[in-house]
């Protein structure tokens, strides 16, 4: 897809009718627009996807609120978005309609455009959703403010569902919950049989044990979104502070503690789990202390006795009864004294078994003996190690609560209910982690359980040839399904390592640290030093982080295109929108950003605020500016004591704010010239 204009009426803060072009030159593909905070960025962003699929991002405020406020004092009803835009060498326009008043008909429509006459497409969502697919969209619209939540520690959750999305996950994931839907139908299925009673009774338990995973999975979900939310709201208390004059160099110190308790709090799990690791392997050392002691007793006395090793071998006395003869020449006749007395002597005699087993005992009992010898030692290191991260732990503790008692004492009310909520908002946190545990644990043990119920009526069900055809229809669903699940698995791990390199390769070009990128399997994502240690990260790096991981998503979408895996969605090419991609970043970052921001898509559109927007950024993208705007916000009231704002662009003045306008909202101005 490439984006050809965008119209807007009477959208959001968009009073009337404004439009922009995007560049289309393939060597000139950004498409850059000014704004400040307020004006209008983000709303132009959420525009293409309300446009597209009627939705918008979820951090856009009172998004059912569309048509502008002005226009619905002027008796006004209808916004809409119109897209023009070029796919596979055709031209279409998609437009969609929020009506008020609820009467216009079709609200979303796209047509093709031929010779100038357009034609209207039958099921415009089915075709868009072929162009960008819905879950795909969201991730070529970049949020800077929001990168650093993104990638958090705590985020792994929402970076899994990016690299599902961009991979087309959603034809292999609705297989896999149809085939668990037929699977159930299957199982209930099973006739009445004397083995189905039981089958029945484990049928019941089995139902019970997939409304409450799936009742906790769900619960989990919302609490992570919960968690994802209370997580922004302490990040903006801490953005808030770190910017406050009188309390900056508590909250930076409060930052590095907050690192180093993190570090610490690791370590204790580390050496936490060290210890019951030790405690699983050699505590049966320990405890044998008394019965290996006892037992090597045992054996010497009884050795010593002459009764272990036996002083007879029960093989040896049978063949001698056998053969009727001993070994002096004497006949033993069967019943006679002296076979009788010779027959006494298997009382006492050993097998081979038994001497085998006495070696083995002997074996074991020094074995044991060893290594409880060295056990004390691997024991005292691993508890030397937690003891210091418990230390450190504490130590790091206590400094931040005296910050954060410091914080409160300041003589800033606005400053103190900060803190004071900050507080509150960190207390639900754990709250939240909590509850995510337990259920995550109960999800866990749930499971196990059912799966031995899938085990016991596989079992029953194959005691009777009725059953057994329900069983083996009920396998084949379950086995399809572990194949379909393996095979997500596989592509996450080959999409895993696209990505890394494609990271890696962007952060090789952009930072001024040496770093490598560490991306577990689980999505945690970090940077890590030579040693492979991993490192604190900074909002910009964050920042950072997020623009390359951003990037990588959008090549590896564009590597997809033509994929013809039929479990999955090709991938696509589409533009990239990015909001406020160096409000985080420092000049040098911002510059060499910069440079690479071309080179992220065919197409890209920019915008930026004043701020971010400096002469290194622009003089960095110089070669590849095909488009400029700025958003110029009006105002029905007077500028009064306010400044004149307006900016210069390309020798030319353009006032940002105009007062005494005749309407409330933002007004699109291209910037032409040389």
């Known amino acids: 897809m490439i984006l050809e204009e965008i119209r807007l009426t009477d959208f959001r803060c968009f009073y009337g009718e404004t439009f922009l072009r995007f560049s289309e030159d393939p060597q000139k593909n950004v498409t850059i627009i000014y704004a400040e905070n307020g004006v209008g960025k983000t709303t132009l962003l959420n525009a293409l996807l309300w446009c597209f699929y009627g939705e918008t991002t979820a951090r856009f405020e009172k998004r059912e609120e569309i048509l502008n406020y002005d226009a619905r004092k002027a008796g006004r009803s209808i916004a809409s978005v119109e897209v023009l835009f070029e796919h596979n060498d055709k031209r279409y326009i998609a437009k969609r309609f929020a009506n008020i008043n609820n009467n216009a008909g079709r ?49 792994r959750g929402s970076i899994k569902s990016a690299v599902r999305d961009i991979l087309g996950c959603s034809l292999i994931e609705t297989a896999i919950e149809d085939l668990q839907a037929v699977s159930s139908q299957f199982r209930k299925q099973i006739p009445s049989t ?32 919960k968690r994802e939310q209370t997580d922004q709201q302490i990040k903006d208390i801490d953005a808030k502070l770190r910017n406050t004059a009188a309390a900056k160099e508590l909250q930076q110190s409060r930052d590095r503690l907050t690192g180093q308790l993190s570090r610490a709090q690791k370590r204790q799990k580390e050496y936490s789990d060290e210890v019951y690791k030790w405690l699983g392997e050699n505590g049966r050392f320990i405890v044998s202390k008394r019965i290996t002691e006892e037992t090597f007793s045992f054996l010497h006395e009884k050795e010593h006795r002459g009764r272990i090793p036996s002083p007879y071998n029960e093989e040896f006395v049978k063949d001698i009864l056998d053969a009727e003869e001993c070994i002096c020449g004497a006949k033993l006749k069967p019943g006679s004294a002296e076979s009788k007395k010779v027959a006494s002597l298997l009382e006492k005699a050993a097998n081979q078994v038994m001497r085998d087993r006495v070696s083995k005992v002997r074996a074991r009992l020094a074995s044991l003996k060893t290594e409880r010898a060295k056990a004390p030692r691997r024991l005292t290191k691993a508890k030397a190690q937690l003891a210091d991260a418990n230390d450190e732990f504490a130590t790091a503790e ?25 507080d509150e908002l960190r207390d639900e946190l754990r709250e939240i982690d909590q509850k995510i545990g337990s259920f995550r644990t109960n999800i866990s043990r749930a499971e196990r359980e059912r799966n031995q119920i899938d085990s016991d009526i596989t079992e029953l069900a194959k005691q009777d040839k009725q059953t057994a055809i329900y069983g083996r229809r009920r396998n084949l669903c379950e086995s399809i399904r572990g194949k379909l699940e393996l095979q997500l698995v596989s592509e996450e791990d080959q999409a895993r390592k696209i990505l890394r390199a494609g990271i890696r390769r962007i952060l090789e070009a952009t930072t001024r640290k040496v770093l490598n990128l560490r991306m577990s399997d689980d999505y945690l994502i970090s940077l890590v030093n030579a040693d492979g240690t991993a490192l604190p990260k900074s909002s910009g790096e964050n920042q950072l982080l997020g623009l390359a991981f951003t990037a990588a998503l959008v090549e590896f979408a564009k590597v997809r295109e033509n ?12 533009p990239l929108v990015l909001d406020s991609p160096f409000g985080q970043l420092d000049e040098a970052y911002r510059s060499t950003t910069a440079e690479f921001i071309p080179k992220m898509a065919r197409q890209v559109v920019l915008l930026v605020s004043k701020s971010q927007g400096s002469e290194d950024v622009l003089e960095a993208m110089k070669g590849h500016l095909g488009a400029e705007y700025v958003l110029v916000r009006h105002n029905t009231e007077s500028r009064g004591e306010r400044k004149q704002e307006s900016r210069y662009f390309k020798g030319k003045e353009f006032n940002t704010a105009v007062f005494d306008a005749e309407f409330d909202g933002t007004e699109i101005v291209e910037i032409t010239g040389p």
């Open 563 to 574: 994929a013809r895996d039929y479990r999955l969605l090709p991938g696509t090419i589409a």
């Open 398 to 422: 206590a400094q931040l609560a005296e910050i954060s008692e410091k914080l409160k004492g300041i003589n800033f009310d606005d400053i103190a209910n900060r803190e004071r909520r900050r």
């Open 107 to 155: 609200e979303f429509l796209v047509a093709r455009i031929d010779d100038g006459s357009q034609i209207t497409l039958d099921s415009p969502d089915t075709f868009i959703n072929t162009v960008i697919p819905r879950d795909m969209a969201s991730h070529f619209l970049f949020d800077g403010e929001h990168a650093e939540v993104f990638l958090g520690e705590n985020n």
């Open 194 to 225: 004397k083995a189905t009673q039981q089958i029945e009774e484990l049928n019941s338990r089995h139902d019970a044990l997939t409304k409450q995973i799936e009742t906790a999975k769900s619960t989990i979900y919302h609490l992570e979104s």
